[in-house]
């Protein structure tokens, strides 16, 4: 009787200590947080970062002490970090290669499928609402205008289909993010599901032959979320 209580109590302790709680659509942020499981002050930089809280992959470190910059571009989505993050730097821009005029592919407000990205747009089975033009700038460009010195431990990039420009007006070798996670949007796909992941698309994929250029290590893949860490960051 006694043996069986202990046991009980036992099973229960360990169902709450071992309880894991992810924000993340596809449970980035607990592999985000176990690689930085050390670390209670750390910067993180999010580009494409939506809602502050659900499908959020930094929203886990924001609550254990972390800080940084948010960036996207629907206002309504920068009107909720303004008041659940205000000490967050939180920015209404559209991130690309360049400082230009680009077609937003709009759904509606707040959406996470709004894209800059024609081709990913096309790909969708909902329906554009609107088609708007939209002023774009580059990270360069913006990490500069706002004097930001700090090393970035975390990058997200979630731009649907956007990427490879964001890459193109962000200077890796400057900015050296430690860990940097990335949708990748395998269009090739029938349909975006896991079980039609092919890891050879990835390694062809030009986000993997940037980053690797660039001294990152591809170390996870969670759905449609690559995982890479800088050589630096390495034992």
């Known amino acids: 009787m006694i043996s069986n209580f202990l046991n009980y109590l036992s099973l ?3 169902k709450f200590k071992y309880k894991k709680i992810s924000y993340s ?6 592999i985000i947080n176990y690689i930085f499981k050390e670390k209670k002050d750390g ?21 254990n002490g ?8 629907d206002i309504k989505n920068i009107e909720l970090f303004n008041l659940s993050r205000p000490n967050d ?5 559209a ?3 360049s400082a230009s005029e680009k077609k937003l ?12 990205s024609h081709e990913v747009s096309s790909y969708q089975s909902a329906v554009v609402n609107e088609i708007k033009t939209i002023k774009t700038t580059n990270l360069n460009m913006l990490l500069e205008k706002i004097n930001f010195n700090k090393h970035i431990d975390y990058m997200n990039i979630d731009v649907e289909g956007h990427e490879i420009e964001v890459f193109n007006g962000f200077d890796l070798k400057r900015y050296k993010p430690s860990v940097i996670s990335v949708e990748f949007l395998d269009l090739k796909m029938k349909k975006l599901e896991f079980r039609n992941n092919d890891l050879s698309n990835v390694i062809n994929s030009k986000i993997y032959k940037i980053l690797n250029n660039n001294n990152y290590s591809l170390i996870n893949w969670l759905h449609g979320d690559l995982i890479f860490v800088h050589k630096n960051f390495r034992d």
């Not at 972390?66 to 571009?73: F, P, Y």
């Not at 730097?89 to 821009?93: D, Q, T």
């Open 12 to 14: 229960y302790k360990r």
């Open 95 to 97: 991130i690309s290669s």
């Open 66 to 73: 972390w800080s940084g910059i948010n960036i996207d571009l």
């Open 89 to 93: 730097i939180n920015l209404n821009k």
């Open 105 to 116: 592919y709009f759904y509606h407000d707040k959406s996470p499928i709004n894209t800059l």
């Open 43 to 63: 910067i993180y930089l999010d580009v494409g970062a939506q809602h502050p809280i659900s499908n959020n992959n930094t929203y886990l470190l924001f609550k």
């Open 25 to 30: 659509f596809n449970a980035v942020d607990l």
